[in-house]
């Protein structure tokens, strides 16, 4: 027989059990210590097959006995879908979930061992110290900072009768029937105790990577990282899609814990049950939180979870007490944050990356390497003056960096370089003279750029109009999400239509034929007319989608929505170079200055973007503008805080999409903060000023949706 079908002694005498109560009580036991087996202690005893086997003998009996079923039964862990448009029911903590403060370096720690043995040697000095802090033993417990998202648990009598989100810390959301799909954490305890625990719900990377090719597969857009997908998936109206992304727990906190020492609890956590952290350590001094921080630097890319730095807790609870906390953060506790990973790889070569706007980009071409997870084979470099001011070499080994979801990026050169360097083997960067894309000379110009208006030295190509390079970067910026929103059609595609001819405005691609698709190798009718549809159904976006995705001079997507609250119509649009005093017009609205308003004006003074508009309109492209004062949000100001469960973006959009504003910071003036998890200091900020203070829910319900 095939192994993994076998069934061990163990398996076939549970299998055989008879049709007790007895019987059935026993089995319901033994499958819940084989997920803890398989879901905690990622050990199982048994194979899937077995596992199944088991299972259904536990659904038999219970569908043949109703009456013996009990709630914590494992069959009973996913409940029916929530019809549409539920919202989860707010629960407010009972007492706060507070978060930590953080430290990047090895200095802030030692800063930190320093504050708590000052405060404790004074306190346990005083004559009125209490006893049992005088008499604990000292030391810390470091355990790894999981990122996921916060979460309570409280049972009552051994058994789950609430979860709830972190939410704002005070106030989360009652996530108790997606909570129950998950099978790191128990539904009934080992013991039949109240206690309330605290940790972290996480996504691991292996259910992470397969889950974004599902969704990639079905068209869905992608989850930037594992607590993205966390939050997004503990939010979901059905269980049994919970169930089936096989999120992971960790638990850390025991709000009421009558143990003297944090490490004595994590043990009774363990016997409970509760799924702990594994390799959680001790220390007494910061030398010993030195080695251990080393030793999880080594490790954290080895572990199939996501983790972010490490938490470093006093661990007895007498001198916890006496250090207290601050308003937002305990002062018993640090997160200790890793730094961005890095690599040493070699530097293959350089491309030069034509814009849009025909400036020239370095982008270094690597020898790939795996950082964080992923693999890195080329890495940006930004502009002529990093290469410079890190005098990086072709063939050199340089260094790379990659954070979180950042861009990864070359950050020096390694110092093994200089012997590449001394055996000829490395060859300098050339700045390059002529487009790589068109051939025609380029220029030099110097100016500021990004969000520290640095002076930077640009290389640019002149030939706006037909540098195929520069061509195809507008097109890819007019299909792009933001923009048009045209999903049948990415850069490789774009870059074939140029090449071949076919396109080479934006309205050209309003003029394309199924028939002069399908002249492309490999486009077959489906795809053919598939775009061309994508095409056509673009025609009925709102103006604002239109003007960003023109590219105006300083126009993103604020200024093309303040732009085409302004103008209303692209017909108006049209109108707008009539009338003389454009400029000053324009400075007058929200958020655009001097500059932005008179190189506008020199766009729509430009005789080729004018005859361009035009065509556009012709065609049909683009709806009127909803006027924001209609909007449910209209005349509210809004500020975000925290994470929420969709992405900023389309949070901030939907609020825009209803007429509301849209702020970066909290003052007297603003209506409402949407706080999320883990708010900070927005929070505090809008609470001292009196500010309305939402959750990501509310807003739904302010919108009308
Ligand atoms: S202790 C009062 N331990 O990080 C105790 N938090 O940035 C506060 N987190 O809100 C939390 N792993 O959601 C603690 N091992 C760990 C953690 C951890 C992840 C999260 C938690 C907290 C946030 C603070």
Same mark, same amino acid.
């Given at each position: 027989?095939?192994?993994?079908?076998?069934?061990?002694?163990?398996?076939?005498?549970?299998?055989?059990?008879?049709?007790?109560?007895?019987?059935?009580?026993?089995?319901?036991?033994?499958?819940?210590?084989?997920?803890?087996?398989?879901?905690?202690?990622?050990?199982?005893?048994?194979?899937?097959?077995?596992?199944?086997?088991?299972?259904?003998?536990?659904?038999?009996?219970?569908?043949?006995?109703?009456?013996?079923?009990?709630?914590?039964?494992?069959?009973?862990?996913?409940?029916?879908?929530?019809?549409?448009?539920?919202?989860?029911?707010?629960?407010?903590?009972?007492?706060?979930?507070?978060?930590?403060?953080?430290?990047?370096?090895?200095?802030?720690?030692?800063?930190?061992?320093?504050?708590?043995?000052?405060?404790?040697?004074?306190?346990?000095?005083?004559?009125?110290?209490?006893?049992?802090?005088?008499?604990?033993?000292?030391?810390?417990?470091?355990?790894?900072?999981?990122?996921?998202?916060?979460?309570?648990?409280?049972?009552?009598?051994?058994?789950?009768?609430?979860?709830?989100?972190?939410?704002?810390?005070?106030?989360?959301?009652?996530?108790?029937?997606?909570?129950?799909?998950?099978?790191?954490?128990?539904?009934?305890?080992?013991?039949?105790?109240?206690?309330?625990?605290?940790?972290?719900?996480?996504?691991?990377?292996?259910?992470?990577?397969?889950?974004?090719?599902?969704?990639?597969?079905?068209?869905?857009?992608?989850?930037?990282?594992?607590?993205?997908?966390?939050?997004?998936?503990?939010?979901?109206?059905?269980?049994?899609?919970?169930?089936?992304?096989?999120?992971?727990?960790?638990?850390?906190?025991?709000?009421?814990?009558?143990?003297?020492?944090?490490?004595?609890?994590?043990?009774?956590?363990?016997?409970?049950?509760?799924?702990?952290?594994?390799?959680?350590?001790?220390?007494?001094?910061?030398?010993?939180?030195?080695?251990?921080?080393?030793?999880?630097?080594?490790?954290?890319?080895?572990?199939?979870?996501?983790?972010?730095?490490?938490?470093?807790?006093?661990?007895?609870?007498?001198?916890?007490?006496?250090?207290?906390?601050?308003?937002?953060?305990?002062?018993?506790?640090?997160?200790?944050?890793?730094?961005?990973?890095?690599?040493?790889?070699?530097?293959?070569?350089?491309?030069?990356?034509?814009?849009?706007?025909?400036?020239?980009?370095?982008?270094?071409?690597?020898?790939?390497?795996?950082?964080?997870?992923?693999?890195?084979?080329?890495?940006?470099?930004?502009?002529?003056?990093?290469?410079?001011?890190?005098?990086?070499?072709?063939?050199?080994?340089?260094?790379?960096?990659?954070?979180?979801?950042?861009?990864?990026?070359?950050?020096?050169?390694?110092?093994?370089?200089?012997?590449?360097?001394?055996?000829?083997?490395?060859?300098?960067?050339?700045?390059?003279?002529?487009?790589?894309?068109?051939?025609?000379?380029?220029?030099?110009?110097?100016?500021?750029?990004?969000?520290?208006?640095?002076?930077?030295?640009?290389?640019?190509?002149?030939?706006?109009?037909?540098?195929?390079?520069?061509?195809?970067?507008?097109?890819?910026?007019?299909?792009?999400?933001?923009?048009?929103?045209?999903?049948?059609?990415?850069?490789?595609?774009?870059?074939?239509?140029?090449?071949?001819?076919?396109?080479?405005?934006?309205?050209?691609?309003?003029?394309?034929?199924?028939?002069?698709?399908?002249?492309?190798?490999?486009?077959?009718?489906?795809?053919?007319?598939?775009?061309?549809?994508?095409?056509?159904?673009?025609?009925?976006?709102?103006?604002?989608?239109?003007?960003?995705?023109?590219? !105006?001079?300083?126009? *993103? @997507? =604020?200024? $093309? &929505?303040?732009?085409?609250? +302004? %103008?209303?119509?692209?017909?108006? #649009?049209?109108?707008?170079?009539?009338?003389?005093?454009?400029?000053?017009?324009?400075?007058? !609205?929200?958020?655009? *200055? @001097? =500059?932005? $308003? &008179?190189?506008?004006?020199? +766009? %729509?003074?430009?005789?080729?973007? #004018?005859?361009?508009?035009?065509?556009?309109?012709?065609?049909?492209?683009?709806?009127?503008?909803?006027?924001?004062?209609?909007?449910?949000? $209209?005349?509210?100001?809004?500020?975000?805080?925290?994470?929420?469960?969709?992405?900023?973006?389309?949070?901030?959009?939907?609020?825009?999409?209803?007429?509301?504003?849209?702020?970066?910071?909290?003052?007297?003036?603003?209506?409402?903060?949407?706080?999320?998890?883990?708010?900070?200091?927005?929070?505090?900020?809008?609470?001292?000023?009196?500010?309305?203070?939402?959750?990501?829910?509310?807003?739904?319900?302010?919108?009308?949706?």
């Amino acid at each position: 027989m095939d192994g993994a079908r076998a069934v061990s002694a163990r398996v076939r005498q549970l299998l055989e059990l008879p049709e007790t109560q007895e019987a059935y009580e026993r089995l319901c036991s033994e499958v819940e210590r084989h997920d803890r087996l398989y879901y905690i202690s990622y050990s199982p005893e048994i194979t899937d097959f077995e596992y199944d086997l088991l299972y259904k003998k536990l659904k038999d009996m219970e569908e043949a006995h109703p009456e013996w079923r009990v709630p914590w039964s494992p069959t009973q862990r996913v409940a029916p879908p929530l019809p549409k448009g539920t919202g989860f029911q707010r629960v407010r903590h009972k007492a706060p979930m507070l978060s930590l403060d953080n430290t990047y370096d090895m200095g802030d720690l030692s800063a930190f061992d320093g504050r708590v043995r000052k405060a404790l040697h004074k306190a346990l000095g005083a004559p009125d110290a209490p006893e049992a802090a005088v008499r604990a033993r000292f030391g810390y417990v470091v355990e790894p900072k999981i990122d996921g998202i916060g979460i309570e648990v409280v049972y009552e009598k051994g058994i789950m009768v609430l979860a709830s989100t972190r939410g704002d810390g005070e106030v989360g959301e009652d996530v108790t029937r997606n909570v129950r799909t998950i099978r790191a954490i128990p539904v009934r305890l080992a013991e039949d105790v109240d206690i309330v625990v605290r940790g972290e719900i996480f996504m691991p990377f292996e259910t992470f990577r397969k889950l974004n090719a599902a969704r990639t597969a079905s068209g869905q857009p992608e989850f930037m990282n594992p607590r993205n997908a966390t939050a997004g998936t503990i939010h979901l109206l059905e269980p049994a899609e919970v169930a089936s992304r096989r999120l992971g727990a960790f638990f850390y906190d025991v709000p009421d814990a009558q143990e003297d020492y944090y490490s004595q609890t994590l043990k009774f956590l363990n016997r409970l049950g509760v799924p702990v952290c594994p390799d959680i350590k001790k220390a007494s001094d910061i030398n010993e939180l030195k080695e251990i921080v080393a030793w999880w630097e080594n490790r954290r890319q080895d572990l199939p979870f996501p983790i972010d730095g490490l938490v470093v807790k006093v661990d007895s609870y007498a001198h916890r007490q006496i250090l207290g906390f601050t308003s937002k953060a305990p002062s018993w506790a640090i997160a200790y944050k890793f730094r961005a990973e890095r690599a040493t790889t070699v530097l293959e070569g350089i491309e030069y990356s034509v814009g849009r706007t025909g400036v020239i980009t370095p982008v270094a071409r690597l020898e790939p390497v795996i950082i964080s997870g992923t693999r890195v084979a080329r890495a940006s470099l930004h502009n002529w003056d990093i290469v410079r001011s890190l005098d990086v070499r072709i063939g050199d080994l340089v260094v790379v960096e990659k954070a979180g979801e950042i861009i990864p990026q070359i950050v020096g050169v390694a110092p093994e370089s200089h012997e590449r360097r001394s055996q000829g083997l490395t060859s300098p960067v050339v700045v390059p003279d002529t487009c790589p894309q068109c051939g025609t000379p380029l220029v030099t110009v110097h100016s500021a750029s990004g969000r520290d208006r640095q002076e930077h030295t640009q290389v640019r190509c002149p030939n706006t109009l037909q540098c195929p390079g520069q061509i195809a970067g507008r097109l890819e910026y007019f299909v792009s999400r933001k923009g048009m929103d045209i999903r049948s059609i990415g850069p490789r595609l774009i870059r074939r239509l140029v090449d071949a001819g076919l396109v080479r405005s934006f309205s050209d691609l309003y003029l394309l034929s199924e028939e002069a698709l399908l002249e492309l190798d490999g486009i077959q009718n489906r795809s053919a007319s598939n775009i061309v549809n994508g095409i056509r159904i673009s025609k009925s976006r709102p103006l604002h989608r239109l003007v960003y995705a023109l590219g !105006l001079p300083y126009t *993103g @997507e =604020v200024g $093309a &929505r303040t732009l085409a609250q +302004y %103008f209303v119509s692209l017909d108006r #649009m049209l109108m707008s170079p009539s009338l003389p005093d454009l400029p000053d017009r324009l400075k007058e !609205l929200d958020g655009i *200055g @001097e =500059v932005a $308003a &008179r190189a506008i004006d020199e +766009y %729509f003074d430009d005789v080729h973007n #004018m005859r361009e508009l035009s065509r556009l309109n012709l065609l049909g492209v683009s709806v009127p503008e909803k006027k924001a004062s209609t909007g449910s949000l $209209a005349g509210f100001s809004f500020c975000i805080t925290g994470r929420l469960s969709r992405s900023r973006e389309d949070v901030e959009n939907l609020i825009r999409d209803h007429g509301g504003r849209v702020v970066k910071s909290v003052s007297g003036k603003l209506d409402y903060l949407v706080a999320g998890e883990r708010a900070g200091s927005k929070l505090t900020k809008a609470r001292k000023l009196g500010v309305r203070v939402i959750s990501e829910d509310e807003l739904y319900a302010l919108a009308g949706m």
